[in-house]
């Protein structure tokens, strides 16, 4: 299950760290004449996000009687609930000739077809 971990936030006592974890599958229906393939499958994200700041500041008041008041603060927090995502996997697997391949998913092929429409109105 392929997995990303970065703190994107990062000011002097404050961070924000964010992971995912991911799984997908996929099936090639494959053309040999064309040496192309299409991909279809799905892919299930789950996405956490933690808040952390440190180093607040701390204060102690005098109380009568010889008391204390402390405050020291604590903030931060974790996502809450079910944060999983299901979305598809579609693209298209290429082969050359030597057998080396480039596999393009939907947002790219989307991209480039839009290129390519706008090249051909021109």
């Known amino acids: 299950m392929p997995a990303g971990r970065s703190s994107i936030w990062r000011p002097p006592n404050k961070t924000l ?10 099936t090639v229906t494959w053309d040999p004449v064309a040496m192309i393939g299409t991909l279809s499958g799905e892919a299930e994200a789950k996405y956490d996000a933690e808040l952390k700041v440190e180093n607040l500041p701390k ?39 030597s ?6 998913l939907a947002d790219e092929v989307a991209r480039r077809a839009r290129r390519s429409a706008a090249w051909l109105r021109h």
Not at 71 to 85: A, D, H, Q
């Open 59 to 97: 204060v102690t008041v005098p109380a009568p009687g010889g008391a204390a008041v402390k405050f020291e603060p604590s903030v931060g927090g974790k996502l809450t609930g079910e944060n999983r995502r299901k979305f598809p996997v579609v693209g298209i697997l290429a082969l050359d000739d």
């Open 17 to 26: 760290t964010r992971t995912i974890d991911a799984e997908f599958w996929f």
């Open 99 to 104: 057998g080396s391949g480039t596999l393009v």
